[in-house]
């Protein structure tokens, strides 16, 4: 049965879906701020954390208002003593229009995948190799993984975020069990009819052991059961494992999300 909202390869819905859910995913834990030429999203509790402090929907049209964006967010960070690290380009927003700009004030470029199912898979039943349970229930093995995640981060991770947003309605967030030792999490984040599949994650010693089918299984049947329209998941463009095997899991790719980031001192 194919997806009631039609996705495809350009997925223009779909690049607006993982957009519309990366902001409710940072009001969990950021304050939100429409500024002049993007929404700043503040979190003074996480201070070192550049996801939780952001700078999105960016939309600039010259390297003049680029200036300008640029001092009215760094001050609009500063006045809750924080750095802003991280800024998320508007969906149609030409990144040529600010890349040099952005490069010059020690800014890399991080682009993003957008991925989404364009029709329900059949299902792989591994419940005799893995329990997946609710991480509500799972508090001290959901800290655990999350732990070995942030030790494992590019850049900057904090448990105590991802503790912070499990408790939020529309997350639902699960623990992979081999046994009794945690193997990954992973969890779904609805908002509206869209499904974002998010934070997922297998331990080191557990990989190449049909953990990530498992826990993307789940996922999968738990969307459907929730009837969402767009099934969609994030990754980085440099995670090319990541890509291959969400295709090889039934989705496919719908362009390219552009990020810039740069190094907290």
Not at 18 to 34: D, G, H, M, Y
Not at 213 to 236: F, K, Q
Request: glycine fraction near 6%; include cysteine; aromatic fraction near 8%.
């Amino acid at each position: 049965m194919d997806l009631s909202l039609n996705v495809v390869a350009d997925g223009p819905n779909v690049r607006g879906a993982i957009l519309r859910t990366n902001q409710a995913f940072l009001e969990l834990v950021s304050t939100k701020t429409t500024l002049d030429y993007g929404i700043a999203f503040a979190a003074p509790e996480f201070p070192t954390v550049s996801e939780c402090n952001q700078f999105r929907e960016v939309w600039i049209e010259s390297r003049d208002d680029a200036a300008t964006a640029l001092a009215q967010a760094d001050a609009h960070f500063a006045d809750s003593e924080l750095t802003c690290s991280r800024w998320a380009l508007a969906e149609g927003q030409k990144s040529e229009t600010i890349e040099s700009f952005m490069r010059d004030f020690g800014f890399e470029r991080d682009d993003r995948v957008a991925m989404a199912l364009d029709g329900w898979p059949a299902a792989i039943d591994l419940t005799d190799k893995y329990r997946v349970l609710p991480a509500r229930a799972m508090r001290a093995a959901f800290s655990d993984v999350c732990s070995q995640r942030a030790s494992e981060a590019e850049g900057d991770a904090s448990v105590d975020v991802d503790v912070e947003r499990l408790d939020d309605h529309r997350l639902d967030a699960f623990v992979i069990m081999d046994g009794k030792i945690p193997a990954g999490i992973c969890s779904l984040f609805q908002v509206g009819d869209i499904g974002r599949f998010a934070d997922m994650y297998v331990v080191a010693d557990m990989r190449r052991k049909k953990v990530g089918t498992a826990m993307v299984n789940h996922l999968i049947a738990l969307a459907r059961r929730l009837t969402v329209s767009v099934a969609c998941i994030e990754v980085r463009q440099s995670n090319e494992p990541a890509v291959a095997f969400l295709k090889k899991c039934g989705f496919i790719e719908a362009g390219t999300l552009v990020e810039f980031v740069r190094p907290i001192a």
